[in-house]
């Protein structure tokens, strides 16, 4: 292109224009890439992140019930049965919230956590017939359960557990790995960007002052001739 046509206020305020307008493309780019990272590292929170801590309440409060139950065997007295019965509840309730999220979050997890639902619906029948046994006084029949059909079912959400946790791990590293791969990825664009915008700006500059000077040589050429 030729720059002969224009003035030097005119070549300048061009090159000026090019070196502004590359300038903020990478500004433009790099909030991008940052609104994308900021975007992913909520979604790392309210999915995998979130996920992942609720599933492992989960697990840690099928173990204090687990705890409890054998203190419902062990109990001395009406009132520390009622006690770890109502400790129980609650246990549960929570961890049906925590699953029931989970199934929320993440519809791939589904299938996990409504196996570990269904195993948690086949146990509590179980539990409520150990608490109800101990209250009976029966505490062979209470102790019999406890170590039959009840480890069972414990052995079997055991497995259910498992399988969600992995799960959920597996999640979460797979969005940790997508916001790496767009860090490196706006790292990657940012760096040759600006590298573009450096020779861009350098190319401009040859130019602009090419056109300004080589006119001015042959000027002081000619006058030199005369």
Known sequence: MSLDHLSIGQRM?????????????????????????????TIQYERPFMVATAVAHADANIARMNRAL???????TPQAVDERATEMAALDEAVRKDLM?????IPAMQKDAD??????????PLRDEVVRLKRDGEYQDAVALVQGRVAAAAADMATARKALSAHAEAEALHFLEAARHTQRTSLLWTITLGLAT??????AAWR???????????????????
């Open 13 to 41: 305020t061009v090159g000026f224009g090019l070196l502004l307008a590359c300038l903020l493309g990478t500004i433009a780019l790099s909030l991008w890439q940052q609104m994308r990272l900021a975007e992913l590292t």
């Open 70 to 76: 054998r203190d419902v065997v062990l109990a001395e």
């Open 101 to 105: 999220l989970a199934r929320a979050r």
């Open 115 to 124: 196996t570990l639902l269904a195993r948690l619906d086949g146990w509590r």
């Open 198 to 203: 450096c020779g861009l700006a350098l190319l």
């Open 208 to 226: 602009i002052t090419r056109s300004i000077t080589h006119p001015l040589r042959e000027a002081v050429a000619v006058a030199r001739a005369v």
